[in-house]
């Protein structure tokens, strides 16, 4: 079995293991899937000094693949051999009522987040256990099925929390892998969509996406700007997906009284707000939105089946595990869409 494992400071290790055995109570998944997702840079980036051996785990939260094998206690009803399958990377206590309800990454009791502390899915196989795994609609690729289970999920669960609808206008901060799913996801919605990036790279890819009105913050003032788009008044609502502290404030800037605005990006720096003037006295709603429950995973793939949306195009870059050193340092640049590795 081949695998990627993040060393830090930009580099990492195509690793070869003995395949995996399931114990009692675990299956195997054949990975055919594993997207890229922004919060890997994290751990690319992360200096050796702070990720040492102990913290050498295959790197990947966002696989998707198929039932391999099953171990003993694993019914044929909980894990059919073949069954296509979208992994939920979570695994926590399974007792507490977050647990019960599909959010066990808001277990109080620790656990494992596969990909970050555990083994993930940039491998050739992957354990986990039953209650992990998400069914994957025949009508969704396996590379779709591994952007709903991290990125575009994050997405739609943000959206979600926002209740976006036609009446909106949102504006979608960063148009990386989850940015660019909000602006599918928010068109999809009846949202007019304000794309927000940096990147002149990612906002062509935003407008081919559906953004109505597409604005690089080096260029506007992206307050400024999104007023005068809506009378004045502000966006109804908008999704914050970089984690930059700029765009957090920009976010709150632009939308109207009583407006709405999600944080939904991590791994930046520490953001100053001004309460009074930007939340207080603007009576906005904010809302913090992290991943999404397995039961929500299921209902962005249906979501993205019923409303017949081009997910895969999300991909502009397809690799083999053997490609890995070249995909995170191209990934790296934050100059592309969505990256995913592909297997046989």
């Not at 979208?86 to 309800?101: A, F, T």
């Not at 007023?227 to 609502?237: C, N, Q, R, S, V």
């Not at 930007?278 to 019923?306: E, M, P, Y």
């Amino acid at each position: 079995m081949r695998s990627i494992v993040f060393l830090g400071d930009r580099e990492l290790e195509l690793r070869g293991s003995a395949d995996l055995t399931p114990g009692p109570g675990e299956v195997i998944v054949a990975i055919k899937a594993s997207g890229m997702c922004g919060s890997d840079l994290h751990s690319y980036r992360e200096p050796k000094s702070v990720r040492t051996p102990d913290k050498h785990c295959i790197a990947g939260h966002e696989p998707c693949g198929v039932v391999d094998a099953r171990g003993p206690g694993v019914s044929e009803e909980r894990a059919p051999i073949g069954q296509r399958v979208m992994v939920h990377h979570y695994r926590y206590c399974g007792l507490c009522r977050h647990c019960r309800s599909g959010w066990s990454q808001m277990c109080q009791r620790g656990g494992i987040t596969y990909g970050v502390t555990g083994d993930g899915g940039h491998a050739d196989y992957m354990r986990v256990q039953p209650e992990m795994l998400v069914p994957l609609p025949d009508e969704l690729s396996f590379e779709e099925g591994a952007a709903v289970s991290c990125g575009t999920g994050t997405a739609y669960q943000g959206l979600r929390r926002l209740d976006v609808s036609g009446r909106d206008t949102l504006v979608v901060f960063g148009q990386g892998p989850v940015g660019l799913s909000g602006t599918l996801l928010g068109k999809a919605m009846g949202a007019r969509v304000v794309a927000v990036d940096v990147t002149p790279e990612r906002l062509e890819l935003a407008e081919a996406f559906g953004a109505d009105v597409v604005l690089n913050p080096r260029e506007v003032d992206v307050v400024a700007t999104v007023k005068e788009l809506t009378f004045g008044e502000g966006a109804d609502a908008a999704l914050e997906t970089s984690g930059n502290a700029e765009a957090r404030n920009n976010a709150l800037g632009c939308a109207r009284i009583w407006g709405r605005v999600c944080f939904v990006g991590i791994g930046g720096t520490p953001t100053s707000v001004n309460v009074e003037r930007d939340i207080i006295h603007k009576q906005l709603n904010i809302f913090g939105s992290w991943t999404f429950s397995s039961v929500v995973q299921a209902d962005c793939a249906r979501f993205v089946i019923d409303h017949k949306l081009p997910l895969g195009s999300i991909f502009t870059h397809r690799f083999t595990l053997d490609e890995a050193v070249e995909a995170y340092r191209l990934f790296d640049t934050q100059t592309t869409g969505k990256g995913v590795f592909l297997f046989a």
